[in-house]
């Protein structure tokens, strides 16, 4: 199993792992890198995102695409679990899961905005 | 030319605010899109007037008699995504979480939304029919709308070097809000943690090798 930097331990969506299909390797590889500082702490330089996005985070990647996620302790102590989250097996899940959902290409929300 | 990026988010947040604003204030609890087509042209056109840039949507002559294919379109990517209820435009879910989130922007623009306010609240009542007829009947150079041919442009935004006032939305806020009526992240988005939603995880060995 791997080691992370931190004590938290990110699962994904299998829908980020398609994403991540087309990617060039050095951009894969910033994106575990980034991953693993978040381990370390996922509030670091993060924030809320917003409208029906709520209960998510986005963590930069670099100057246009993000990283959405959400830490599962924060989840259910905002209440974001029942309000906007809802998954199934969160009472499975242990406090320090990240739950790395998608990543946001900017072209998608700049160039791609028709 | 066509719309920056900046200006498409306005216009689409703008437009959100318009239908919701009908339901607030006026009680309504659905738009036709002839009446949003002329309640964003009326708006426009006294934003406009006062050189304050907000609604950035290009409108012709056409039969009803002014009509805007940038605002058709916005309409229809806004209700394609459930952004917004449609075909008679409702406000949903969705629309309250971006308009309240979003909302410091209104503040933060109040002359702006002032003015959308006043045109909105003066004909978002009047019935459709009669809001069209009066809209036939306004004076344009030497005659009426109506007596222009189709296709004639009416009503195009100013530039940003002559307004006296523009849409203040900072980076940040822009960011978020393009992510919120960006279509392909919406869909995206909603895959993606409709699968954790379900439960269906991978550990970082599997993602990452």
Request: net charge positive; with cysteine; proline share 3%.
């Amino acid at each position: 199993m791997r080691k992370f930097s931190g004590s938290y331990v990110p699962e994904y969506a299998p829908h980020f792992s398609e994403q991540l299909a087309g990617l060039s390797p050095d951009f894969v590889d910033s994106i575990e890198q980034k991953i693993d500082a978040l381990t370390i702490n996922p509030y670091h330089n993060t924030r809320f995102m917003k409208g029906q996005h709520k209960g998510k985070r986005k963590a930069r990647l670099n100057d246009s695409d993000r990283l959405a996620f959400v830490i599962c302790e924060e989840c259910r102590k905002l209440g974001h679990d029942r309000r906007y989250n809802r998954c199934s097996d969160c009472d499975k899940t242990p406090e320090n899961t990240l739950v790395i959902g998608y990543i946001i290409f900017g072209h998608d929300y700049k160039r791609g905005f028709r | 030319m066509a719309r920056t990026l900046r200006e498409k988010v306005i216009d689409r947040l703008l437009s959100l605010y318009i239908v919701n604003r009908c339901k607030t204030k006026h009680n309504m609890d659905c738009i036709s899109e002839t009446k949003l087509q002329k309640l964003v042209f009326y708006s426009e056109r006294k934003l406009n007037r006062n050189k304050y840039k907000g609604f950035n949507y290009r409108f012709i002559k056409l039969l009803f008699p002014t009509y805007s294919e940038e605002l058709r379109t916005d309409l229809a990517v806004l209700t394609d995504h459930e952004i917004l209820d449609g075909p008679y435009f409702k406000e949903n879910k969705k629309t309250k979480m971006i308009l309240k989130d979003f909302s410091e922007l209104f503040d933060r623009n109040r002359e702006i939304m002032d003015v959308i306010d006043s045109e909105v609240d003066k004909k978002a009542l009047v019935p459709t029919q009669k809001l069209v007829k009066n809209t036939k009947r306004i004076r344009w150079r030497n005659g009426v709308i109506n007596d222009l041919k189709n296709g004639t442009p009416l009503l195009y935004p100013i530039e940003e070097a002559r307004a006296n006032c523009s849409f203040q939305i900072d980076k940040e806020a822009l960011e978020d809000l393009a992510i919120c009526l960006s279509p392909k992240v919406s869909e995206g988005m909603e895959k993606a943690f409709d699968e954790l939603r379900r439960g269906r995880r991978l550990t970082h060995a599997e993602v990452f090798g």
